[in-house]
């Protein structure tokens, strides 16, 4: 079986390349061969609109969480509004037999 290309076997050392003792030592790509750049799988299997499909699937979950918490709030503010005016009954009807009484 054949190594592939540029396998560490088939790039020379830079000990090999450069006699002992030289003082001008040549760049890496000066001695191995360039190799193909390999496009990132990831960002070109990627549609051009995942950005805008990313912020109205993150969009559509915020709102949807959104109106699990006003739903909880909205429940939470109406029986605290029932249990104040229950715990202010007597006073309120007080006030209200007062209005009527001086009317």
């Known amino acids: 079986m054949m190594p592939p290309p540029n396998s560490p076997s088939d790039i020379p050392l830079l000990t090999d390349a450069v006699a002992d003792g030289a ?20 960002t070109t299997a990627r549609p051009p609109d995942l950005p805008q499909a ?10 949807d969480k959104l109106k699990a918490h006003l739903a909880i709030a909205q429940e939470w503010a109406i029986e605290a509004a029932i249990s104040e005016t229950k715990n202010d ?6 006030q209200a037999r007062n209005r009527t009484g001086s009317d």
């Not at 990313?54 to 709102?63: H, I, N, P, S, W």
Request: charged content about 15%.
């Open 54 to 63: 990313l912020a109205t699937y993150l969009d559509t979950v915020f709102a």
């Open 89 to 94: 009954l007597a006073q309120l009807l007080d």
């Open 23 to 42: 003082d001008d030592l040549p760049v890496l790509t000066e001695i191995a061969p360039a190799t193909a750049q390999v496009p990132d799988p990831v």
